[in-house]
C-alpha cells in the first residue's frame, strides 16, 4: 500500500435517482493504494456517463503507474518535506490533466460524444496524509469527530458569484442555477485542477460524493450526523437513502473511507 500505512477501509455506492435515465456517475476505489476518485458526467452533454468512466480509467491507470514513485514521495511527506508533499499534488494534477486531454480527445473524434465532460474529484491517503485533486461540483470532506471540513471548493457559477459578492448567501440558495459549473475535465484539452493536502488522524473518515448527495445536505453538521458513527456500509446506505427521499434529481454516488485507529 502506498505509504505503508494500516490498510484503509472504504466503501461505495452509486445510484441512478429518482429523475434520471442513466447514470452517468462512476467511481474507483483501492484500499491498498489509497486512492479514490467519483467522477460526474456533466449533464445535458452527449455521453456523460463515457466522459466519467475514461476519466476514473485514465486516473487509475496514471496512479498505478506512478505507484513506486509515490511511495517514496509519500514517505518523504510523512518525513517533513515540503518538497515531496508539492511533488505528490503535482503529480495528482497530472493525472488528471492527462484524463482531460483523453476525454477532450475522444469527443473530439466521435461527433455522437462531441461536448462531452465529467467533474472529478480525487483523493489519496498515505503516510499521515490526504492529497485531493479536484475539478467541477463533486466534494471531498474530512470528518474528524463532529467536524466535517470540505476540502474542496466547487467550481460553480453560484460559487464564484458568492466569492465575489455578487449575489448573497439567500439569493445563492434560491438560485436555479446551482449546478452551472465553471470547470470540467474534457470541455477543453486543458483544466485548471485545484490540489490540496491535510493532515490525517486515526478515525478520521473522508467522504467524496456528486453533487446528486451533496446538494441535498442542508449543513456540514449533517455531513457528521449521516457520516461519522456507524458502520461504513450503513452511513453510505444512508447518504444514497437521504438523496432520494428529498428528490433524487440526479445521479447519487458516494465514497466513504475510513482511517483504522
Not at 514513485?69 to 494534477?93: F, P, Q, S, T
Not at 498515505?126 to 475539478?135: C, I, R, S, Y
Not at 463532529?146 to 476540502?151: G, H
Request: with cysteine; net charge negative.
Amino acid at each position: 500500500m502506498v505509504g505503508g500505512s494500516p490498510l484503509l477501509h472504504s466503501v461505495a455506492r452509486t445510484d441512478v435517482g429518482r429523475r434520471r435515465a442513466v447514470n452517468e456517475d462512476a467511481f474507483f476505489r483501492d484500499d491498498r493504494m489509497g486512492f479514490y476518485v467519483v467522477a460526474d458526467g456533466v449533464g445535458g452533454h452527449n455521453k456523460g456517463e463515457v466522459a466519467s468512466r475514461e476519466c476514473i480509467d485514465q486516473l487509475e491507470m496514471w496512479i498505478r503507474g506512478a505507484a513506486r514513485n509515490l511511495e517514496r514521495l509519500i514517505a518523504a511527506a510523512a518525513g517533513g518535506e515540503d518538497d515531496a508533499v508539492w511533488e505528490i499534488r503535482r503529480l495528482l494534477e497530472s493525472g488528471v490533466q492527462s484524463a482531460c486531454y483523453m476525454v477532450y480527445g475522444m469527443a473530439e473524434l466521435s461527433p455522437e460524444k462531441r461536448g462531452m465532460s465529467t467533474t472529478c474529484s480525487a483523493l489519496l491517503i498515505g503516510g499521515g496524509l490526504a492529497f485531493a485533486a479536484h475539478v467541477g461540483d463533486s466534494r471531498v470532506y474530512r470528518i474528524r469527530g463532529p467536524v466535517a471540513m470540505q476540502i474542496t471548493e466547487d467550481h460553480t457559477l453560484i460559487n464564484y458569484k458568492l466569492k465575489h459578492g455578487l449575489i448573497t448567501p439567500e439569493e445563492a440558495e434560491r438560485s436555479t442555477a446551482k449546478n452551472v459549473i465553471t470547470r470540467a475535465v474534457g470541455h477543453k484539452d486543458y483544466v485548471q485542477v485545484d490540489t490540496a493536502d491535510v493532515d490525517v488522524a486515526p478515525g478520521d473518515r473522508f467522504m467524496i460524493c456528486s453533487d446528486g448527495l451533496h446538494g441535498y445536505l442542508r449543513s456540514d453538521h449533517e455531513v457528521v450526523e449521516l457520516i461519522a458513527d456507524d458502520a461504513l456500509e450503513a452511513c453510505a446506505d444512508a447518504a444514497v437513502d437521504l438523496a432520494n427521499q428529498r428528490g433524487g434529481k440526479d445521479n447519487i454516488t458516494v465514497v466513504v473511507v475510513e482511517v483504522p485507529r
